[in-house]
């Protein structure tokens, strides 16, 4: 039963991506939006729902190391391996827009963390802390950047010309709600499915829960962003896939940890700080590749996802 539960979980996962990224990307066309803002919002923030649920639970039960380890974790992820998997399966182009201004957003988001974790190496406190005062600053972030997506649809609203070739008037707005919201509720569900049984089959097998919640309970969140991203780039969305991981990891630490820390503080683990740099640098490697001919071209994608396979290694050693 554990294995045909799994099984589901995977239908639901690639079945529900197909529709999220079909009715996402006709309401861009609808909404006269580019595809990138539909990938930095819609599809970024409900991708990013396991995360949230991970850490607001784990906040609420105090248990940082959870809600701090799940957001860094699942970042890294995003950025190395799924960038990586999907740059291999479809080149991404990366507009000029992005390069100067969604990248740079999520390299600020992890400067500020390390930053803001840091309270024994600038103010020489006793210890690191992310505070209720700090989650508050890290939600003001949050809505900048919202301000800041708000006011590049808009433009793009005025740019975009309507056609008498578009078919925006045929276009049904229930149905295409109907695919994104049915596809992200499979997403989501899909992805429970593959944690919860996943777990089951590799604790029957032996491994460690420390073991377990390092790779695939920190994998199994970011399936839905996995998922997406490959589908899309299937479907030559570039603009959403790469807008789904650049929007997924500004969300987890600016919302998530930003709420995780208004809900409970959140003590930090010194043995996170490593992780955190290697958070800084993917990122900032992720922001030079896109400038090579503007785009993220498979030799690039593999050297991502090569650098992911060797972080996981080491964490494995490391615990």
């Known amino acids: 039963m554990t294995y045909l539960l799994l099984l589901v979980g995977f239908v639901l996962l690639i079945k529900g991506a197909d529709y999220f990224v079909d009715g996402a990307s006709k309401i861009a066309t609808i909404l006269r939006i580019s595809p990138m803002l539909i990938g930095l919002t819609i599809v970024a923030f409900g991708t990013s729902a396991p995360e949230a649920s991970v850490s607001f639970i784990a906040a609420l039960e105090g248990n940082s190391n959870v809600a701090i380890g799940n957001v860094v974790g699942s970042n890294i992820f995003n950025v190395t391996f799924i960038l990586g998997v999907t740059a291999i399966v479809f080149p991404l182009a990366v507009k000029n827009m992005t390069i100067r201004k969604d990248i740079p957003f999520a390299l600020l988001a992890a400067v500020a963390l390390l930053i803001l974790i840091s309270d024994v190496q600038l103010q020489y406190s006793e210890m690191n802390l992310i505070t209720r005062t700090e989650g508050f600053i890290l939600l003001l ?159 690039e994608g593999i050297m991502l996802a090569s650098i992911y396979i060797v972080y996981l290694a080491y964490i494995i050693i490391r615990n």
């Open 141 to 299: 972030f949050f809505a900048v950047f919202l301000y800041y997506v708000f006011e590049m649809a808009r433009n793009d609203r005025s740019q975009i010309q309507v056609t008498p070739n578009d078919d925006i008037k045929n276009t049904s707005w229930v149905k295409n709600l109907v695919l994104t919201i049915g596809g992200l509720a499979a997403i989501i569900f899909g992805g429970s499915l593959v944690v919860e049984n996943s777990t089951k089959i590799a604790m029957s097998l032996g491994m460690s829960e420390t073991l377990v919640g390092l790779t695939i309970v920190a994998i199994g969140t970011s399936l839905p962003e996995l998922v997406t991203s490959i589908m899309a780039a299937l479907k030559k969305q570039s603009e959403i896939a790469l807008g789904n991981i650049v929007g997924s990891n500004i969300f987890n630490v600016f919302f998530i940890l930003g709420t995780s820390a208004v809900i409970h503080p959140l003590a930090v683990d010194s043995k996170i700080f490593l992780d955190m740099w290697i958070m800084v640098f993917v990122t900032l490697l992720l922001l030079v590749i896109s400038r090579t001919n503007y785009k993220i071209s498979k030799k």
